[in-house]
């Protein structure tokens, strides 16, 4: 008996929109369905610590992701509630 392996690759775009005292980062997703999603982190710079922009880029990137997984989560809760309430078998 042989089993086949699906494989799926979804890629994340991430951008940066930076001044030397705050880091907006926007991350994005395209579903297979089409349906993009979209989520933003933002960071900034305490007053007193030198200017690193990649600190604050990792840390508004790590909360634009944060926002996409609950966007995520939401997206694939709506899916299943209209694959229960229709009835359609699951393939």
């Not at 997703?29 to 922009?53: I, S």
């Amino acid at each position: 008996m042989s089993t086949m392996m699906l494989t799926a690759n979804w890629m994340i775009d991430v951008r940066f929109e930076e001044d030397p005292n705050h880091t907006v980062a926007t991350a994005s997703l395209r579903m297979p369905n089409g349906r993009e999603l979209r989520a933003t982190g933002r960071a900034r710079r305490n007053p007193g610590d030198r200017p690193v922009a990649a600190i604050g880029e990792e840390i508004a990137c790590a909360r634009a992701l944060s926002q996409l997984t609950h966007a995520m989560l939401d997206f694939a809760a709506d899916e299943v509630e209209v694959n229960v309430h229709r009835g359609d078998p699951v393939p």
